[in-house]
């Protein structure tokens, strides 16, 4: 059912300094910084040949990241991504299985203005996971 797999997001507690990182040090194309105030995050993309890094950070009062940063003061990975060609059979699916959708189950429009949903971390290894209709 999952095909690509679309992005892994890293929050970070300095945007420019793991830009930095990114950039210098490993030699990615990363790209500049853009604040998304309806989901609450910045994001940086780190463009590898066959998929993204995003690197978040808390943007405004109520980031859904803010509590992940206050555990993992060093930052670390939030939550990896995989493209399903149809997320609501997607999402019956996984409910079918026994797998807990989380929020209202109906998909929300993400970063990339495509339709997500996450899944609980507990009924898959220990990982957030986000589903994109690509
Ligand atoms: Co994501």
């Known amino acids: 059912m999952i095909g690509n797999l679309n992005h892994i997001a890293i929050v970070v507690p300095d945007l420019a300094a793991a830009s930095e990182v990114y950039r210098s ?24 040949p066959n998929t993204k890094i995003e690197l978040l950070h808390p943007y405004g009062e109520n980031s859904p990241i803010a509590k992940f940063l206050e555990r993992n003061k060093d930052g670390g990975m ?38 997500v949903l996450f899944l609980h971390p507990k009924d898959f290894c220990g990982t957030l996971v986000e589903i994109e209709q690509v």
């Open 25 to 48: 040090t490993l030699g990615a194309d990363v790209s500049d910084p853009k604040d998304l105030p309806d989901h609450g995050v910045t994001t940086v993309f780190v463009n590898l």
């Open 78 to 115: 939030h939550h990896i991504c995989y493209e399903v060609v149809d997320i609501i059979a997607a999402r019956d699916k996984l409910k079918a299985e026994g797998a807990r959708v989380l929020g209202d189950g109906e998909p929300k429009i993400g970063a990339h203005g495509k339709p």
